[in-house]
């Protein structure tokens, strides 16, 4: 079965920084789009960034594009979530999944991803 696991969340302060990880098992990784995703309590799940493992192309929620970094280590299976700067309203559950990837893939829509991990929380006090 197809694994992601996520982790790296945690309590910080405003205006720090945090970085996530998400390392996929029994995944054909090139072949994948990775895609992050948040949930803050009593809101619906949201796209923040996705990374295509094939060409390494990255695309971002307006929101948080000059704040957050999406990569990816094809060696180690694992794409990151760098978060600098971060704010109270970044608060969520964070999540990563991944679905086949294709040319100019560009997709935050939680619908399109086929395998989901677990969630880390991310905290940030004001």
């Known amino acids: 079965d197809v694994q992601l696991q996520a982790s790296g969340g945690g309590l910080v302060q405003a205006g720090r920084s945090l970085r996530l990880s998400c390392a996929a098992s029994n995944l054909a990784f090139l072949d994948h789009a990775i895609g992050w995703f948040r949930q803050a309590p009593g809101k619906g799940r949201e796209g923040v960034a996705c990374?295509?493992?094939?060409?390494?192309?990255?695309y971002y929620k307006n929101s948080v594009k000059d704040r957050f970094t999406i990569s990816s280590d094809n060696i180690k299976r694992t794409v990151y979530l760098q978060m600098n700067n971060l704010q109270p309203e970044d608060t969520a559950i964070y999540y990563c999944?991944?679905?086949?990837?294709?040319?100019?893939?560009?997709?935050?829509?939680?619908?399109?991803?086929?395998?989901w991990g677990q969630g880390t929380q991310v905290t940030v006090s004001s």
């Open positions: 990374i295509n493992n094939r060409d390494g192309s990255t």
């Open positions: 999944a991944a679905t086949p990837t294709y040319t100019d893939f560009e997709e935050l829509d939680a619908w399109i991803y086929r395998y």
